[in-house]
């Protein structure tokens, strides 16, 4: 089975902090990718990343970049955490072709 | 470029009845569309996925899916439900490009009365 780990379930930073969100996938997949998810909205893409060093913007990539070095870890980073970024923060990786996402459990972010 | 309707953000039934949470989506390549259910504090688990095999696909837990091109529907069914089925539900859909990133549904969460 596919694994996603998530480094933290919650997380509590203060606003202007630097944080970083850690994510690692064990099944040498290509494709990486971090979603918020917030209520009423779904889950909205912010990073993904479909190799080592490669990163393309989401839908909502204001006030986030992202960091991957080697292919099973992809790190979200918030440059300067603000009260708007408290949100549920989840990873997923991908195989090619038609496979599925595989996500891990989820980040609980407050930012006060 | 895609996109995905849930229509309902919240579905109540009781144990034992039909369950029927609603996707439309739009897409402009031919799509793949999943069906996802999420726990509370956990992540998302696949339900069933469709990839332009067969229209009606079955999934985990008693779930299936029916894909209807003429309507750009892919809606999920229970024949029972339990308890156990209350959750939040998310539909996605993704072109077949191979970086494959989904997008999803805003969500339905359903709840089984007893």
């Known amino acids: 089975d596919v694994k996603v780990t998530q480094s933290s379930r919650y997380l509590v930073k203060r606003t202007g902090e630097k944080v970083f969100l850690e994510c690692v996938q064990d099944?040498?997949?290509?494709?990486m990718f971090w979603y918020r998810q917030d209520p009423g909205l779904g889950l909205r893409l912010i990073y993904f990343s479909y190799d080592v060093k490669m990163k393309e913007k989401g839908d909502i990539p204001e006030g986030y970049s992202v960091s991957r070095e080697k292919k099973e870890r992809f790190s979200l980073i918030l440059e300067s955490a603000s009260t708007n970024q408290t949100s549920m923060y989840l990873c997923?990786?991908?195989?090619?072709?038609?496979?599925?996402?595989?996500f891990g459990n989820g980040t609980r972010l407050t930012v006060t | 470029a895609q996109s995905v309707t849930q229509l309902g953000s919240h579905v109540s039934v009781s144990e034992g009845a039909l369950v029927l949470l609603r996707c439309n989506y739009s897409?402009?390549?031919?799509?793949?569309l999943f069906w996802y259910v999420q726990y509370p504090n956990q992540g998302l688990q696949l339900l069933l996925k469709y990839t332009s095999a067969a229209t009606l696909v079955k999934g985990i837990n008693g779930f299936e899916a029916e894909f209807k091109k003429s309507e750009t529907s892919f809606h999920l069914t229970k024949p029972s439900a339990h308890m156990s089925d209350a959750a939040e539900y998310f539909c996605?859909?993704?072109?077949?490009?191979?970086?494959?990133?989904?997008?999803f549904g805003q969500g339905t969460t359903l709840q089984v009365k007893p």
């Open positions: 997923a990786s991908r195989g090619g072709g038609n496979s599925p996402l595989h």
């Open positions: 996605a859909v993704t072109g077949s490009s191979n970086t494959g990133k989904l997008i």
């Open positions: 897409s402009s390549v031919p799509p793949y």
């Open positions: 099944m040498d997949h290509e494709n």
